[in-house]
DNA sequence: CTATTTCTCTGATTTTAGTCAGATAATTTG
DNA sequence: CAAATTATCTGACTAAAATCAGAGAAATAG
């Protein structure tokens, strides 16, 4: 229920972007890892200066350290005291739940990490400095591009339970979201319905896009006996849009479908997600005459596999 | 004589580029960098993978080994020995130098850097694997303006000594490469000399720009007691083309003259140096009756600074 | 030739990073 | 309410990543 999916696209030779991707991290481990422990770590080991840095100006519990930082708790247990020991940070236990210690920066403690910043900025300073006005602009817009894609690479596509909580948030999103974008508002109850059995196998399915454990999308698929496939719920999160998450969900879909026999794929979408239309319409989507009478949708689509 | 020189351009807001470079180092630390250390630190721990990976298959020697990983030379003796102990490494003495020994991976070691290597490779693959063919390609091209950006900020430039064994590669460097452009061939002897006398101040100067401690471009400057400045020696190894190196050196030694005294820069040039000719022009200097008469010159030029 | 520097090594020691096995207390589940 | 789970902690331990002091051999400078 839970395995990632593996690629769906195509199988075209990886092998000269594999060279760049190297060669990049080559010149990324020599320019900004190496200086960035060197400028973090100064005062303190560099796992205390983590720490420190996570914790953030407003407090974290040490459960989201923990998780954060993926580390151990008795390590995060024994930096904590570290901290503690030097002034820079007070634990209590939350008042909320009793098991859970919340950790906040002491006034010396924020000015330990406002010294963190102060480095991190020298040193991003200090690449952009030698470069002209116009290095600086590509250097910024070429940085934001590959964070954008390497984001985009993070994301794993995963078969879920319909009735889990990431599953859950997604759909109660997605709902909301379509009855802000409708002209007329969305009422679950009132269009055609995907329940959680009709959503899990053998009977369909629920993909749940994560983005660092955090549900960013979804898609849903309902086998029918004559072998259409129906897919619901298609839905990225804002923070999530721009990466090409859209068209990666349509497809691992599609693999699914096949995979569960499916030789057709029908949907149907309302006219205000235009998005969402050309998407469809580009990978291959027919419009069709309507083939049921789902009172929100204006336009009805159907794929062969 | 070998102060690193302040950038020289203009002091405008770096503040908003700032934020996108250490968004951008935070990504790749998550990114790349641990799973980097995860995937290299398999069967050994990171620094011995390090150093395997450094003395490369042709050797190198522990003396470089150390400057390359900034390493104590303590450090690197015991994982040299670790490395030894597991049949990876042989190290023995130079025949050229008796002090420095030179490392080199025995078969065993050979293979076991091939292991790292696909590693880095599975590496690469599963950053790229998640992508479209479009997000790859636009990934590949976003890694390498990244890449040479960072790279072109690398360089720095610094007054140096024209007999220095760097600058004097340089400027042989220069003849060899004007001797192969000009139609007619170069002679050093015949035109007009800038002995190394002349490039030192006070009488002038010489900038020597370096990457990774390598020498990669130079520019001359001659002071005349009528407050003329004359450029010589202006010149980027074909290496580090590409980087905005040119211009920088150019804005470097403008200030050089300004600091100077000079009010008025001359330089003259050869029709067959376009590239360096469309610089000049794009920086204000502006085309004039020869002022001297240089044999190989085509183009005479001057800017008022 | 002598003094100094360079290169590498060993021994002793420290700091950092991280793991594993519980113990304890609060909370949630059945 | 009992049982299971969760969050945190302490103690005991290990491996890795250094650092420091100094020694010995070779090369270089004066």
Redesign the pocket.
């Known amino acids: 229920m839970n395995m990632p999916l593996t690629s769906q696209t195509s199988q075209t030779s990886l092998t000269p972007l594999v060279e760049q991707v190297r060669s990049f991290n080559r010149t990324m481990t020599e320019r900004v890892g190496a200086l960035n422990d060197h400028f973090l ?1 100064k005062n303190h ?4 200066a983590r720490l420190l840095w996570e914790i953030g100006i407003d407090g974290a ?3 989201d350290l ?1 998780r954060r930082l993926e ?8 930096l ?2 570290s901290l503690e020991k030097q002034g820079l940070v007070e ?1 209590k236990a939350s008042a909320h ?5 919340l950790v906040r920066l002491t006034k010396a403690g924020l000015r330990e990490r406002a010294e963190l910043d102060r480095r991190a900025d020298t040193f991003a300073r200090s690449l952009l400095e030698p470069l002209s006005e116009s290095q600086r602009v590509k250097l910024g817009a070429a940085m934001a591009e590959v964070e954008r894609l390497l984001i985009a690479s993070m994301v794993q596509i995963a078969v879920a339970d319909p009735t889990s909580q990431d599953a859950r948030w997604c759909i109660e999103h997605y709902f909301a979201e379509l009855n802000q974008r409708f002209p007329t508002g969305f009422d679950p109850t009132r269009g055609i319905q995907a329940h959680p059995h009709e959503l899990t196998p053998p009977a369909g399915l629920l993909l749940v896009a994560h983005l660092r454990e955090e549900p960013v999308g979804c898609g849903g698929l309902k086998f029918h006996e004559n072998g259409i496939g129906e897919l619901k719920r298609m839905w990225v999160a804002p923070r999530a849009r721009g990466l090409g998450l859209g068209q990666r969900l349509l497809l691992a879909l599609e693999q699914a479908a096949r995979d569960a026999g499916m030789t057709m794929l029908h949907l149907e979408t309302n006219g205000s997600l235009t998005v969402a239309i050309a998407m469809y319409r580009h990978n291959g989507y027919q419009e069709v005459e309507a083939f049921n009478d789902e009172p929100y949708a204006h336009h009805w689509f159907e794929k062969r596999l």
Chains 1, 2 share one sequence.
């Open positions: 770590g080991p560099l796992g205390e519990s040490v459960r923990r580390l151990d708790s008795a390590y995060v247990s024994r904590l005291r634990v739940d009793g098991r859970v210690r």
